[in-house]
């Protein structure tokens, strides 16, 4: 669907059987610490056949399940894949006790640490870089450094912004990196979340469903439309409360 429709509209046809029904978290399910409109009835009718799929930096799954617990939500973190912590998870994979400059918020960083990463900033190997509400002007003094020097830059996802409770645009991930970027225009990153495919790809994989059994609710076509596209998955673009539209810029990484 290219048109945004509500999610009672979406409850009322036939999609929400799928075999698997993967959403988006913010704007989608919950706006801050808000449950939106329908997602109590959503959860109910798709039980363990949704999977959350979000670009969230700040939360590793278990930790964003039980907020979401207090929030009135059951979704258990097993049904969560979450950018940031795929992108460490994928790391350690990759590179098994790597010296990371990691930027990142504390449930980030603890996982990082049970995962055998060393988070280090005076001798990194590479940096990642996470939604972090502390970074402050000197962390982006040093990213800044690291950029300059060429050191490899990861990005839990490009996100610039994600919307608040009201709609107003919160700064992402992609607004931090693009700040460094205006000191350093020729630094790149890379980056799994969506809109590259990465996560849907996890999800399918993780519910053992064929692209095309499955749907993906999201409120953004630049990010959550292009990674079901390129996942071959059907997407649902939901509405967001009140109407409010805001125009997505995608940080080139």
């Known amino acids: 669907m290219t048109q945004p429709v509500g999610l009672s509209e979406f409850l009322s046809g036939p999609l929400p059987e799928r075999a698997a029904v993967l959403a988006d978290l913010d704007g989608c399910l919950i706006a801050g610490d808000r449950v939106l409109p329908g997602v ?44 940031g912590e795929e992108t460490l998870r994928n790391l350690q994979r990759r590179r098994p006790g790597a010296r990371v400059a990691l930027f990142a918020a504390p449930p980030l960083v603890t996982l990082a640490r049970k995962l055998g990463l060393v988070p280090d900033r005076a001798q990194p190997e590479l940096v990642l870089l996470a939604r ?97 596209a390129a996942a071959g998955v059907e997407f649902v673009l939901l509405a967001r409360p009140g109407g409010v539209t805001l125009a997505q810029e995608i940080v080139t990484c």
């Open 40 to 83: 109590p009835e959503l959860i109910e009718r798709c039980g363990e056949r949704l999977w959350v799929v979000s670009n969230n930096s700040t939360d590793t799954a278990e930790h964003l399940s039980a907020r979401l617990g207090m929030m009135g939500l059951a979704v258990a973190a097993e049904r969560m894949v979450l950018a």
């Open 132 to 228: 972090d509400t502390g970074f402050s002007f000197a962390d982006l003094t040093e990213l800044t450094a690291m950029a300059a020097r060429g050191l490899p830059v990861l990005l839990s996802n490009p996100d610039t912004f994600h919307p608040g409770p009201d709609g107003t645009p919160r700064p992402e991930t992609g607004a931090l990196w693009a700040a460094a970027r205006a000191a350093v225009p020729a630094a790149t990153a890379s980056s799994l979340a969506k809109p590259a495919p990465d996560l849907v790809h996890a999800a399918l994989s993780r519910a053992g469903v064929a692209p095309g059994a499955a749907v993906f609710l999201g409120d953004t076509p630049e990010t959550d439309g292009r990674a079901a």
